[in-house]
C-alpha cells in the first residue's frame, strides 16, 4: 500500500487525485504537485505556515490559486489554461474541517443529513441515510445531540460522517485529530484508520503530528515553506530524513559533514568536557537542557571552529557550524564528568554548577561514529 | 437681523416643547416666508413708536428693566416676533423671551410651574386653565380674534369652492384635531353650516395642517386666517360664512408670582397699543 | 499532554460553553456599580413617574374607551408588519453590508452613512421626506396616483411606511453586526457538502445570526411601536386608520391628560409583555 505504484488495470492518468498548483500570497508561496490514487491516504506533515491547510483548501475549492491543474479520476476540477473552475458543491469532494465545524443548530442526524437535504433528498430517506452512517461509525445513539454535548472523538465522527454520506471521490482532512484530547488519542486514531480503510477514494490529510501521518498515511508528503522537501512511504522517510525538520519530526538527529550526511537518535550521544578519543566527535554548544524523566535533553548547536585554538577536531570531516541537534544522556553519565547532588531541579543544579549552561562547549560522540542510518537502539 | 434671530431661538425652543410642530422648521421655505413676513410686519411698528409714548400708558414706564419669559400660541409666532422688538425699542433694558407652542402645551407647563411671566392664549378654553389654578395676575383681555379660512393648494386641484366641500368623502381633507383650538373652532363652523366633514387626517396642530396643503396632499384645510396669511403663494384662502360662527379669541394676561411682574404687565398691555394692534392686523388678526 | 489543557485545542466541546467558573472573580468592578445604578434610575423614574400620575380610580372607564382598543390594535398591527418588512428587506440589505468586503471602502462608509441616516434624522423631518418621495405630489408618488390611482398618505400602509423608515436601521445594524461576528467557515463547510449559496444562507447562515436578528426585531418592533413623529407627518392622524397609540396619547395630552397617562400606561404594559415573550420565545426557538 505505498500508493506510488498503480496495482489496477485502469488507466493511470484517469484515477484518483492528480494536482499541481501554485498559491502566491505576499511573503509566501505554496507550489505543490501530488497525485493520490483510489483507496490509499496521502499525509502533508510540515510546521506551522508550511501551507498546508492552504493545499487542502485549495483542493476543496475555497481558495483560488495562481495557477492550477487538478482532476479527480480524469474529471477536470480546475484548469488556469483553460478557465475551469469548479466551486466546492460540484467536486465531488468531502472535508472534515479542523474543530469539525459541525454546524452548532443541528442535530448529529441534522448535520449528516445536511449534503443529501440540500441536493433535494426527502428529509425522511436523508434522516434514514443519516442513522445509518451514525451506526456505521458506532455512534447512531447520538444521533439527536447537538455539537456542544458531543465529545471530540464523537464530534470527528459526525463529521466524517457528513463528509462520507455524499460518497466523495476524495476526501480531505484537516488536523483530524488536535482536538482530541491525548488520553483518548490512540483510540480515536484508531477508528479513523478502520474508517479510511473502508474509504475506496482518495484521502488527503493534513496534519503536524508525525505520529498521526506515520499511522494513518501510505504516503507522506513533507512540507515546508510552501514546498516538498520529501516524499515516500512513512517508512522511507522515517529512515532516511532530508530536512532537519524531518529529521527532527521522526525524532532523530541529521548531522552535514564534509564526508555526508549522517542520522543518528538522541540516546546514542554521549557528552564529554574534553575532546574524547573518537575521532568523529563534534564540538557543538549547549543552547538548553531539559530533564526528562531519568534523564536530561541537551539541546546543542554544532560549534564554529575555525580558527579556535583547541578545538581543530576533525579537520577532515568538518561539520558546518549552527546544525541543531538533540542528545539525551542519563543523569549518571554526568556525574560522572561532575559529581553534584541530585536534587528535584537536577538540570537547574548542573546549570549552576557551570556545566551544561547556555553557550558552554561540549563534544558529541554517537555510538555510530561512521554515521550508520540509525534504526535507534538503546545504548 | 436681531428679529431674525430671535424668530430662530424661539423656533429652537419650540422644538423643545412640541415635537410636532417642528414641521414648519424643516421646510425651508415657511421659515422663509415666516421670516420675511416677520420682517415685512416689524416695518409698521418703528413709525408707530412716537404714537406710543405720547399716549404714556403702562407700557412706556422707562424704568422697567429685567428679563421676561412670553409664552405664546404657535399661531403667534410671527406677530409677536415683530412685537416683541417693538416693546424692546420702548424699553431697551428688558429681554424678552418669546416661547411658542400649542396653547394647552404651554398652559399645562405653566400649571405646572414653568417660569413664565406673560400668556398669550389661542383660546378662552386654555386661558381659563391658568386662570383656574390662580396664576393669571390680573384678568385676561382678549387683543386679538381669529377666524376659520379654507386653505387649498395653488390651483386649487380638488376644485373646493367652500365649507360643503368638506363633506365630500373623494376629496383629501385634513382638519385640526378636536382636542386642538382650531378643531373646536372648525367643529362649530362645521355645525352652523350643517355640515358632516369627511377629513382623511386629524392634525395635531394648525402648521401641520397647513404643510399638508402646501405639500399639496390634500385639497383642502380648515385653518386659521392668519395662517393663509403667513403662507402667502403657497395657498390659497377661501373665506366662507359660517366662519364668523367661529371666531377665536386670543386672550394675554401676565402670570402671578414673577418677580419681573412690572415688565410682564407692561408687555400685556403693550399688546393692546395701537402699535401691537396694527402689527396683529397685518398678520390677519381681527381687532378684539 | 499539554495539549489537552489548553483550552483552545480541545475545540468544539469547549469552545460552546464559554460562559461558566471561569467568569468568576471578574465581575463587575466596584467603580461601575454608581454608574450603572444611576443609568438604570435615569430610564426608569420617569416611567414611575407617569405611573404615579395615573388615574387609578377612573382607569376602568378610560380603558373602556372604544378609541385606545382601536389604537392599540393599529398600533400593534403596524408594529408587526413594519418589523415584518424590515426583516424581509433588512436582513439582505444587512447581509451586503457586512460582505461588501470587495468594494471601496469610501462605497461602504457611504452605504452604512445612508442606512444610518433615519436614525439620526428628526423622524418629524423623515415624514416629510416621505411625503415628498411618497405623497401624491412626490417623486414616486405622483406616479403611483397618476398610474395605479394609489395615494399613500392618510393610509394605515402609509403608518408601517413611516415606522420601516425609522425602525429598519436598528434591525441592519443590529444584523450586520452578528453578520460580522459570524464563522464563515460554516459556510465553506456547508458549500463543500454540495448547498447552494441561497441554502446555505437560509439553513446555516441564518440560523448563526438568529441571535443577533432577534435582537435587531425586538428593537426594530420597540421604536416602531413608539414612532411618533414620521408617522403623524407622513400618514396623519385618523382613528381607525392611522391614529396610533403615541399619537391618541399626544392628542390626548392637549385636552385631558389622565387620558394620555392612561393611554401611556397601556402602551407601556403591552410593550413590555410583547417584547419580553417574543424574546424569550426566540431566543428559546435558536438554543433548543
Given at each position: 500500500m505505498?500508493?506510488?505504484?498503480?496495482?489496477?488495470?485502469?488507466?493511470?492518468?484517469?484515477?484518483?487525485?492528480?494536482?499541481?498548483?501554485?498559491?502566491?500570497?505576499p511573503?509566501?508561496?505554496?507550489?505543490?504537485?501530488?497525485?493520490?490514487?483510489?483507496?490509499?491516504?496521502?499525509?502533508?506533515v510540515?510546521?506551522?505556515?508550511?501551507?498546508?491547510?492552504?493545499?487542502l483548501?485549495?483542493?476543496a475549492?475555497?481558495?483560488?490559486?495562481?495557477?492550477?491543474?487538478?482532476?479527480l479520476?480524469?474529471?477536470?476540477?480546475?484548469?488556469?489554461?483553460?478557465?475551469?473552475?469548479?466551486?466546492?458543491?460540484?467536486?465531488?469532494?468531502g472535508?472534515?474541517f479542523q474543530?469539525?465545524?459541525?454546524?452548532?443548530?443541528l442535530?448529529a442526524?441534522?448535520?449528516?443529513?445536511?449534503g443529501?437535504?440540500a441536493?433535494?433528498?426527502?428529509?425522511a430517506?436523508?434522516?434514514?441515510?443519516a442513522?445509518?452512517?451514525?451506526?456505521?461509525?458506532?455512534?447512531?445513539?447520538?444521533?439527536?445531540?447537538?455539537?456542544?454535548?458531543l465529545s471530540?472523538?464523537?464530534?470527528?465522527r459526525?463529521?466524517?460522517?457528513?463528509?462520507l454520506i455524499?460518497?466523495?471521490?476524495l476526501?480531505l482532512?484537516?488536523e483530524?485529530l488536535?482536538?482530541?484530547?491525548?488520553?483518548?488519542?490512540?483510540?480515536?486514531?484508531?477508528?479513523?484508520?478502520?474508517?479510511l480503510?473502508?474509504?475506496?477514494?482518495?484521502?488527503?490529510?493534513?496534519?503536524?503530528?508525525?505520529?498521526?501521518?506515520?499511522l494513518?498515511?501510505?504516503?507522506?508528503?513533507?512540507?515546508?515553506?510552501?514546498?516538498?522537501?520529501?516524499?515516500?512511504?512513512?517508512l522511507?522517510v522515517?529512515?532516511?530524513?532530508?530536512?532537519?525538520?524531518?529529521?527532527?519530526l521522526v525524532?532523530?538527529n541529521?548531522?552535514?559533514?564534509?564526508?555526508?550526511?549522517?542520522?543518528?537518535?538522541?540516546?546514542?550521544?554521549?557528552?564529554?568536557?574534553s575532546?574524547?578519543?573518537?575521532?568523529?566527535?563534534?564540538?557543538c554548544?549547549?543552547?538548553?537542557?531539559?530533564?526528562?524523566?531519568?534523564?536530561l535533553r541537551v539541546?546543542?548547536?554544532?560549534?564554529?571552529?575555525?580558527?579556535?585554538v583547541?578545538?581543530?577536531?576533525?579537520?577532515?570531516?568538518?561539520?558546518p557550524?549552527?546544525?541543531?541537534l538533540i542528545?539525551?544522556?542519563?543523569?549518571?553519565?554526568?556525574?560522572?564528568?561532575?559529581?553534584?547532588?541530585?536534587?528535584?531541579?537536577?538540570?537547574?543544579?548542573?546549570a549552576?554548577?557551570?556545566?551544561?549552561a547556555?553557550?558552554?562547549?561540549?563534544?558529541?560522540?554517537t555510538?555510530?561514529?561512521?554515521?550508520?542510518?540509525?534504526e535507534?537502539?538503546?545504548? | 437681523?436681531?428679529?431674525a434671530?430671535?424668530?430662530l431661538?424661539?423656533?429652537?425652543?419650540?422644538?423643545?416643547r412640541?415635537?410636532?410642530?417642528?414641521?414648519?422648521?424643516?421646510?425651508?421655505?415657511?421659515?422663509?416666508?415666516?421670516?420675511?413676513?416677520?420682517?415685512?410686519?416689524a416695518?409698521?411698528?418703528e413709525?408707530?413708536?412716537?404714537?406710543?409714548?405720547?399716549?404714556?400708558?403702562?407700557?412706556?414706564?422707562?424704568?422697567?428693566?429685567g428679563?421676561?419669559?412670553?409664552?405664546?400660541?404657535?399661531?403667534?409666532?410671527?406677530?409677536f416676533?415683530?412685537?416683541?422688538?417693538?416693546?424692546?425699542?420702548?424699553h431697551?433694558?428688558?429681554?424678552?423671551?418669546?416661547?411658542?407652542?400649542?396653547?394647552?402645551?404651554?398652559?399645562?407647563?405653566?400649571?405646572a410651574?414653568?417660569?413664565?411671566?406673560?400668556?398669550?392664549?389661542?383660546?378662552?378654553?386654555?386661558?381659563?386653565?391658568?386662570?383656574?389654578?390662580?396664576?393669571?395676575?390680573?384678568?385676561?383681555?382678549?387683543?386679538?380674534r381669529?377666524?376659520l379660512?379654507?386653505?387649498?393648494?395653488?390651483g386649487?386641484?380638488?376644485k373646493?369652492?367652500g365649507?360643503?366641500?368638506?363633506?365630500?368623502?373623494?376629496?383629501?381633507?385634513?382638519?385640526?384635531?378636536?382636542?386642538?383650538?382650531?378643531?373646536?373652532?372648525?367643529?362649530?363652523?362645521?355645525?352652523?353650516?350643517?355640515?358632516?366633514?369627511?377629513?382623511?387626517?386629524?392634525?395635531?396642530?394648525?402648521?401641520?395642517a397647513?404643510?399638508?396643503?402646501?405639500?399639496?396632499?390634500?385639497?383642502?384645510?380648515?385653518?386659521?386666517?392668519?395662517?393663509?396669511?403667513?403662507?402667502?403663494?403657497?395657498?390659497?384662502?377661501?373665506?366662507?360664512?359660517?366662519?364668523?360662527?367661529?371666531?377665536?379669541?386670543?386672550?394675554?394676561?401676565?402670570?402671578?408670582?414673577?418677580?419681573?411682574?412690572?415688565?410682564?404687565?407692561?408687555?400685556?398691555?403693550?399688546?393692546?397699543?395701537?402699535a401691537?394692534?396694527?402689527?396683529?392686523?397685518?398678520?390677519g388678526?381681527?381687532?378684539? | 499532554?499539554?495539549?489537552s489543557?489548553?483550552?483552545s485545542?480541545?475545540?468544539?466541546r469547549?469552545?460552546?460553553a464559554?460562559?461558566?467558573?471561569?467568569?468568576?472573580?471578574v465581575?463587575?468592578?466596584?467603580?461601575?456599580?454608581?454608574?450603572?445604578i444611576?443609568a438604570?434610575?435615569?430610564?426608569?423614574?420617569?416611567?414611575?413617574a407617569?405611573?404615579t400620575r395615573?388615574p387609578?380610580?377612573?382607569?376602568?372607564?378610560?380603558?373602556?374607551?372604544?378609541?385606545i382598543g382601536t389604537?392599540?390594535?393599529?398600533?400593534?398591527l403596524?408594529?408587526?408588519?413594519?418589523?415584518?418588512?424590515?426583516?424581509i428587506?433588512?436582513?439582505p440589505?444587512?447581509w451586503?453590508?457586512?460582505?461588501?468586503g470587495?468594494w471601496?471602502?469610501?462605497?461602504?462608509?457611504?452605504?452604512?452613512?445612508?442606512?444610518?441616516?433615519?436614525l439620526?434624522?428628526?423622524?418629524?423631518?423623515?415624514g416629510v421626506?416621505?411625503l415628498l418621495?411618497?405623497?401624491?405630489?412626490?417623486?414616486?408618488?405622483?406616479?403611483?396616483?397618476?398610474?395605479?390611482?394609489?395615494?399613500?398618505?392618510?393610509?394605515?400602509?402609509?403608518?408601517?411606511?413611516?415606522?420601516?423608515?425609522?425602525?429598519?436601521?436598528f434591525?441592519v445594524?443590529?444584523?450586520?453586526?452578528?453578520l460580522?461576528?459570524?464563522?464563515r467557515?460554516?459556510e465553506q463547510?456547508?458549500a463543500t457538502?454540495?448547498?447552494?449559496?441561497?441554502y446555505?444562507?437560509?439553513?446555516?447562515?441564518?440560523?448563526?445570526?438568529?441571535?443577533g436578528?432577534t435582537?435587531?426585531?425586538?428593537?426594530?418592533?420597540?421604536?416602531?411601536?413608539?414612532?411618533f413623529?414620521?408617522?403623524?407627518?407622513?400618514?396623519?392622524?385618523f382613528?381607525?386608520?392611522?391614529?396610533?397609540?403615541?399619537?391618541?396619547?399626544?392628542l390626548?395630552?392637549e385636552?385631558?391628560?389622565?387620558?394620555?397617562?392612561?393611554?401611556?400606561?397601556?402602551?407601556l404594559?403591552?410593550?413590555?409583555?410583547?417584547?419580553?415573550?417574543?424574546?424569550?420565545r426566540?431566543?428559546?426557538?435558536?438554543?433548543?
Amino acid at each position: 500500500m505505498t500508493g506510488t505504484e498503480p496495482t489496477s488495470t485502469e488507466p493511470t492518468g484517469h484515477t484518483g487525485l492528480r494536482a499541481r498548483f501554485r498559491v502566491d500570497r505576499p511573503g509566501f508561496s505554496l507550489d505543490l504537485n501530488l497525485r493520490v490514487f483510489p483507496g490509499t491516504v496521502t499525509a502533508i506533515v510540515g510546521p506551522n505556515g508550511a501551507g498546508k491547510s492552504t493545499a487542502l483548501r485549495v483542493l476543496a475549492g475555497l481558495v483560488l490559486p495562481a495557477t492550477a491543474r487538478v482532476s479527480l479520476n480524469g474529471r477536470v476540477l480546475e484548469d488556469s489554461a483553460t478557465g475551469v473552475w469548479r466551486p466546492p458543491a460540484d467536486r465531488e469532494i468531502g472535508v472534515v474541517f479542523q474543530d469539525y465545524l459541525l454546524f452548532p443548530h443541528l442535530t448529529a442526524r441534522d448535520n449528516v443529513a445536511f449534503g443529501l437535504r440540500a441536493r433535494g433528498t426527502p428529509k425522511a430517506r436523508a434522516a434514514q441515510l443519516a442513522e445509518d452512517w451514525l451506526d456505521r461509525l458506532g455512534i447512531g445513539h447520538r444521533s439527536d445531540a447537538l455539537p456542544r454535548q458531543l465529545s471530540g472523538g464523537q464530534a470527528q465522527r459526525v463529521a466524517l460522517a457528513r463528509a462520507l454520506i455524499l460518497e466523495p471521490k476524495l476526501l480531505l482532512l484537516d488536523e483530524p485529530l488536535a482536538a482530541i484530547d491525548a488520553e483518548l488519542r490512540v483510540a480515536v486514531r484508531a477508528q479513523l484508520a478502520e474508517s479510511l480503510h473502508d474509504f475506496g477514494g482518495a484521502t488527503v490529510l493534513v496534519t503536524h503530528d508525525p505520529i498521526d501521518a506515520m499511522l494513518l498515511a501510505d504516503e507522506l508528503i513533507v512540507l515546508e515553506s510552501g514546498r516538498i522537501t520529501q516524499l515516500g512511504s512513512p517508512l522511507a522517510v522515517a529512515a532516511t530524513p532530508a530536512t532537519d525538520y524531518v529529521a527532527r519530526l521522526v525524532g532523530l538527529n541529521l548531522l552535514r559533514r564534509a564526508s555526508g550526511t549522517v542520522t543518528f537518535a538522541p540516546p546514542e550521544c554521549r557528552l564529554s568536557r574534553s575532546q574524547p578519543d573518537d575521532s568523529a566527535a563534534v564540538a557543538c554548544t549547549v543552547r538548553g537542557v531539559e530533564q526528562l524523566g531519568g534523564r536530561l535533553r541537551v539541546h546543542l548547536a554544532t560549534m564554529d571552529t575555525s580558527g579556535s585554538v583547541g578545538y581543530d577536531a576533525h579537520p577532515n570531516d568538518p561539520a558546518p557550524p549552527g546544525q541543531l541537534l538533540i542528545a539525551e544522556v542519563s543523569l549518571q553519565s554526568l556525574f560522572e564528568l561532575r559529581p553534584v547532588a541530585p536534587g528535584p531541579d537536577t538540570s537547574a543544579a548542573f546549570a549552576k554548577a557551570g556545566l551544561l549552561a547556555t553557550g558552554q562547549p561540549v563534544w558529541l560522540s554517537t555510538n555510530y561514529p561512521d554515521g550508520d542510518k540509525s534504526e535507534s537502539r538503546e545504548s | 437681523m436681531r428679529r431674525a434671530l430671535v424668530g430662530l431661538s424661539s423656533r429652537s425652543q419650540k422644538l423643545r416643547r412640541l415635537p410636532g410642530s417642528v414641521l414648519s422648521m424643516v421646510l425651508l421655505p415657511v421659515v422663509l416666508v415666516a421670516l420675511v413676513g416677520c420682517s415685512a410686519a416689524a416695518s409698521a411698528p418703528e413709525s408707530s413708536v412716537k404714537n406710543t409714548e405720547a399716549s404714556a400708558d403702562p407700557s412706556s414706564n422707562p424704568a422697567l428693566s429685567g428679563t421676561i419669559v412670553v409664552d405664546a400660541a404657535a399661531s403667534l409666532t410671527g406677530s409677536f416676533t415683530a412685537i416683541a422688538s417693538a416693546f424692546k425699542a420702548l424699553h431697551p433694558d428688558v429681554t424678552v423671551t418669546l416661547n411658542f407652542g400649542s396653547s394647552a402645551a404651554l398652559a399645562s407647563a405653566i400649571v405646572a410651574g414653568a417660569p413664565v411671566d406673560v400668556f398669550a392664549a389661542a383660546s378662552a378654553t386654555t386661558m381659563a386653565t391658568v386662570t383656574t389654578a390662580g396664576l393669571t395676575a390680573t384678568p385676561p383681555k382678549v387683543f386679538a380674534r381669529n377666524s376659520l379660512e379654507i386653505a387649498v393648494p395653488p390651483g386649487n386641484p380638488g376644485k373646493v369652492s367652500g365649507i360643503r366641500d368638506f363633506g365630500d368623502s373623494a376629496k383629501k381633507i385634513a382638519l385640526c384635531a378636536p382636542q386642538v383650538p382650531c378643531g373646536a373652532a372648525a367643529a362649530i363652523a362645521f355645525a352652523a353650516a350643517g355640515v358632516t366633514p369627511a377629513p382623511s387626517t386629524l392634525e395635531q396642530d394648525v402648521k401641520a395642517a397647513l404643510t399638508k396643503v402646501q405639500l399639496g396632499e390634500v385639497d383642502a384645510a380648515m385653518v386659521y386666517r392668519t395662517d393663509v396669511i403667513a403662507a402667502g403663494s403657497k395657498v390659497i384662502g377661501i373665506e366662507f360664512a359660517e366662519s364668523a360662527k367661529a371666531v377665536t379669541s386670543y386672550p394675554i394676561a401676565p402670570v402671578t408670582k414673577r418677580a419681573n411682574s412690572a415688565s410682564a404687565a407692561a408687555f400685556a398691555a403693550f399688546v393692546l397699543t395701537p402699535a401691537a394692534q396694527t402689527i396683529l392686523a397685518n398678520a390677519g388678526f381681527q381687532a378684539p | 499532554m499539554r495539549v489537552s489543557k489548553h483550552p483552545s485545542r480541545v475545540g468544539t466541546r469547549v469552545r460552546f460553553a464559554v460562559s461558566g467558573p471561569e467568569d468568576h472573580g471578574v465581575g463587575l468592578p466596584g467603580v461601575l456599580w454608581l454608574p450603572a445604578i444611576l443609568a438604570l434610575a435615569f430610564l426608569a423614574l420617569p416611567l414611575v413617574a407617569l405611573i404615579t400620575r395615573v388615574p387609578w380610580a377612573t382607569l376602568p372607564t378610560l380603558l373602556a374607551a372604544p378609541e385606545i382598543g382601536t389604537a392599540l390594535g393599529l398600533s400593534l398591527l403596524s408594529a408587526s408588519l413594519a418589523t415584518l418588512l424590515s426583516l424581509i428587506f433588512g436582513i439582505p440589505l444587512a447581509w451586503f453590508l457586512a460582505r461588501s468586503g470587495r468594494w471601496p471602502p469610501a462605497v461602504r462608509r457611504l452605504l452604512r452613512a445612508v442606512v444610518t441616516v433615519p436614525l439620526v434624522l428628526p423622524p418629524v423631518v423623515g415624514g416629510v421626506a416621505l411625503l415628498l418621495l411618497l405623497g401624491r405630489r412626490g417623486l414616486i408618488g405622483q406616479y403611483l396616483n397618476a398610474w395605479f390611482g394609489l395615494q399613500l398618505p392618510f393610509s394605515t400602509a402609509a403608518v408601517v411606511i413611516a415606522e420601516t423608515f425609522v425602525a429598519m436601521p436598528f434591525l441592519v445594524l443590529a444584523v450586520e453586526g452578528a453578520l460580522r461576528g459570524a464563522d464563515r467557515r460554516f459556510e465553506q463547510a456547508a458549500a463543500t457538502l454540495g448547498a447552494s449559496r441561497w441554502y446555505i444562507f437560509r439553513r446555516i447562515t441564518l440560523p448563526l445570526i438568529a441571535p443577533g436578528v432577534t435582537a435587531g426585531a425586538v428593537l426594530c418592533f420597540a421604536r416602531a411601536l413608539g414612532e411618533f413623529g414620521a408617522t403623524i407627518t407622513f400618514a396623519g392622524n385618523f382613528p381607525g386608520t392611522t391614529q396610533t397609540m403615541p399619537l391618541a396619547a399626544y392628542l390626548a395630552l392637549e385636552t385631558n391628560p389622565d387620558a394620555a397617562y392612561v393611554i401611556s400606561l397601556v402602551l407601556l404594559a403591552v410593550a413590555i409583555t410583547v417584547l419580553f415573550s417574543l424574546r424569550e420565545r426566540w431566543i428559546r426557538g435558536v438554543s433548543a
